[in-house]
């Protein structure tokens, strides 16, 4: 069983940063995600990583968001520079159940999530 909690969402200005964090406890998982979904969309991959730290990164955030975790803390992060409206959502942290030697950016292989962490980007 995992538990996940995400932290750090909040309302910015276009160009500006945040930094989301997602405390999990329990069983740690290799392959972790950093996912959004904005109103009436599909939830889409926007980072993952692995153990070992290797990253992957949807080419809408490729230069401007920086996925890392702290495996001693059991802890991910998601640092999001130049901000721009377009990323407004709700981002979810997430733990990959079917990820055996690569990662995924697919939500189904993913079975634990966190409950979310709101960003909102005006303009």
């Known amino acids: 069983q995992v538990h996940l909690v995400e932290s750090g969402g909040g309302s910015v200005q276009a160009g500006g940063s945040l930094r989301l964090s997602c405390a999990a406890s329990?069983?740690?998982?290799?392959?972790m995600g950093w996912f959004r979904q904005a109103p009436g969309q599909t939830r889409e991959g926007v980072a993952t990583?692995?153990?070992?730290?290797?990253?992957t990164y949807a080419d809408s955030v490729k230069g401007r968001f920086t996925i890392s975790r702290d495996n001693a803390k059991n802890t991910l992060y998601l640092q999001m520079d130049s901000l721009k409206p377009e990323d407004t959502a709700m981002y979810y942290c997430a733990a990959c159940t079917y990820c055996i030697s690569d990662s995924s950016m697919s939500p189904r292989d993913y079975g634990y999530w966190g409950p979310g962490a709101q960003v909102t980007v005006s303009s």
């Open positions: 329990g069983y740690s998982y290799d392959y």
């Open positions: 990583i692995d153990r070992a730290g290797r990253t």
